[in-house]
């Protein structure tokens, strides 16, 4: 199975479910600070609106290779030479979403589908690729019968 194969569904997928997830912590947030007029609370939301997404896309990414959406489609990002990508690599990813966010992603849509390896801008600066996980794993070991089934009674 080509890694490639099926990744820009994916992709788009899985960015809408990232930045679900960030958008509705954030308006629950926002909702119980308007409704409580804690202003302090508000300063909390708005503050998450900045950190969440460097969290999910850089920090969580970093730690496994994939974010709480990529890991839900099947999708891993690693260097253009297959290995694990060290963290100034999501950094780059990071800031470069400003640019292949550009007119509601579709600026980084074009780049995708139009990179032999469907690579957006922040994958391109970074070295990076994102991934199709093996559909099914192969087990370490063979799944066996338990000791006491092979016994006769």
Same mark, same amino acid.
């Given at each position: 199975?080509?890694?490639?194969?099926?990744?820009?569904?994916?992709?788009?997928?899985?960015?809408?479910?990232?930045?679900?997830?960030?958008?509705?912590?954030?308006?629950?947030?926002?909702?119980?600070?308007?409704?409580?007029?804690? @202003?302090? $609370? *508000?300063? !909390? /939301?708005?503050?998450? %609106?900045?950190? +969440?997404?460097?969290? =999910?896309?850089? #920090?969580?990414?970093?730690?496994?290779?994939?974010?709480?959406?990529?890991?839900?489609?099947?999708?891993?990002?690693?260097?253009?030479?297959?290995?694990?990508?060290?963290?100034?690599?999501?950094?780059? @990813?990071? $800031? *470069?979403? !400003? /640019?292949?966010?550009? %007119?509601?992603? +579709?600026?980084?849509? =074009?780049?995708? #589908?139009?990179?032999?390896?469907?690579?957006?801008?922040?994958?391109?600066?970074?070295?990076?690729?994102?991934?199709?996980?093996?559909?099914?794993?192969?087990?370490?070991?063979?799944?066996?019968?338990?000791?006491?089934?092979?016994?006769?009674?």
């Amino acid at each position: 199975m080509d890694p490639l194969d099926g990744v820009v569904p994916r992709r788009l997928l899985q960015a809408a479910v990232d930045q679900g997830m960030i958008f509705v912590i954030f308006f629950v947030l926002l909702n119980v600070a308007v409704f409580t007029h804690d @202003r302090v $609370l *508000l300063g !909390v /939301a708005f503050a998450l %609106l900045l950190v +969440l997404p460097f969290a =999910v896309h850089v #920090l969580l990414a970093s730690r496994s290779g994939r974010t709480p959406a990529m890991r839900l489609t099947g999708l891993r990002i690693v260097t253009t030479a297959g290995t694990s990508p060290r963290f100034g690599a999501y950094v780059i @990813r990071w $800031l *470069l979403m !400003v /640019a292949d966010g550009a %007119l509601f992603g +579709l600026v980084g849509l =074009v780049v995708i #589908l139009a990179t032999r390896r469907r690579q957006r801008i922040g994958d391109i600066v970074a070295g990076t690729l994102v991934v199709r996980e093996p559909a099914v794993r192969e087990a370490a070991t063979p799944v066996s019968a338990p000791a006491d089934a092979a016994m006769p009674r």
